[in-house]
């Protein structure tokens, strides 16, 4: 039996099973959905013109179907495992120029592996459970980052959950937006985000964007749909430390004089043996005034964002290595992880995978 693949239009307004798979005990499920009010044949929308958004819908029962659609739906494509024959899985998707949003939902037990990618994945847990091998979440609702060519492997048991791609592309533009050089790549620091305001930023962000999408006008509006993926990409970098937030840090005119030179200190020294007690005498404070300063302002401490900024530069050195010069133990060191299983644990926590798998990449 082929595997279907989902029937796309224009734009939806509720769902429309097609004549003749709408049994729950077939293998699976195309969904038509209803065109938008006055669209022609075709992907256009009112008046013959493109539509701005892409609506999709996929429903099986059947582990194969499953696989392969997943293995279709992303590029590269995900590999899941473990699917019970009869297990429920239901994808619905709005695609939009450089973005898409997925609703997933898996009434079962399955592993997801998501491979290295050229964009930017944001998994946005919604109910169920679902977890990071390798590292635990924050939060229940915690946002999982898979960026820079990380991989990730998801555990589900009974999940929804929403897929976020944004182009890197976007990312870039944005940081363009905020005085970034547009010759610097914008690199995470971490998979685990700044705060949990932060988190509930984003939130707020992938809220009002799925509503907007959701509603059966939006394709027909691009002027409003052009504004999401920015957005997306925005509340994206203030929500996970990368190098255009942490250089913004510096230019951020609501924040202290004195914080900004620590951070910049942190990321001078980096590569030094430094504590908090540097940090303190370089700006003139005491250790427990810094520390109070990094709580307040960041909700960190000097000591975690002193681990940030080190990780990070591993990280970029285990990119860039050749597996036949470098050696994890010696980039470990370099940047003051003098216990190589600890520095394994770290990585693995921040970036989803361990730091010889990034090296042999």
């Not at 013109?49 to 279709?72: I, K, L, N, S, W």
């Not at 999940?159 to 905020?178: H, P």
């Not at 050195?317 to 010069?325: F, H, I, K, W, Y």
Request: charge should be neutral; aromatic fraction near 6%; charged fraction near 15%.
């Amino acid at each position: 039996m082929p595997v279907p693949t989902a029937v796309t239009h224009p734009a939806g307004t509720a769902p429309r099973v097609v004549a003749g798979v709408a049994d729950a005990r077939s293998s699976a499920v195309q969904v038509d959905l209803f065109p938008a009010p006055h669209a022609s044949d075709g992907d256009s929308g009112q008046g013959g013109t493109p539509a701005a958004v892409r609506y999709e819908q996929f429903r099986t029962v059947e582990p194969d179907a499953a696989r392969q659609f997943f293995a279709g739906a992303y590029t590269p494509g995900w590999r899941i495992s473990g699917l019970a024959r009869g297990s429920v899985v239901t994808h619905q998707r709005c695609a939009a120029g450089s973005m898409a949003v997925d609703e997933v939902v898996i009434a079962g037990r399955v592993s997801c592996q998501i491979p290295p990618a050229d964009s930017v994945v944001v998994i946005q847990p919604r109910a169920g459970s679902l977890t990071v091998r390798g590292g635990a979440l924050p939060t229940v609702d915690c946002p999982v980052l898979v960026a820079h060519g990380m991989s990730c492997v998801l555990q589900v048991s009974g999940a929804r959950f929403d897929v976020v791609s944004i182009a890197a592309d976007v990312l870039q533009k944005v940081g363009a937006d905020l005085r970034v050089p547009l010759s610097q790549q914008i690199r995470f620091l971490t998979c685990r985000p700044r705060s949990p305001a932060a988190v509930r930023a984003w939130r707020r962000a992938l809220d009002y964007a799925t509503t907007t999408l959701a509603s059966t006008d939006t394709a027909e509006q691009p002027l409003i749909v052009a504004t999401l993926a920015p957005l997306l990409a925005g509340a994206l970098l203030e929500c996970f430390p990368s190098n255009v937030s942490e250089q913004h840090l510096l230019d951020a005119s609501e924040l202290p004089e004195v914080l900004k030179d620590a951070v910049s200190f942190i990321h001078c020294h980096a590569d030094g043996d430094i504590g908090v007690n540097d940090v303190a005498a370089a700006v003139h404070l005491t250790p427990r005034g810094v520390q109070y300063l990094f709580r307040r302002q960041l909700d960190t401490t000097p000591t975690e964002y002193m681990r940030c900024v080190r990780l990070h530069c591993a990280h970029q050195e285990l990119v860039a290595g050749v597996r036949s010069t470098t050696t994890v133990s010696e980039i470990a060191r370099r940047w003051g992880f003098a216990h190589t299983g600890r520095f394994a644990v770290l990585y693995r926590q921040a970036y989803g995978q361990s730091p010889h798998a990034t090296l042999r990449q």
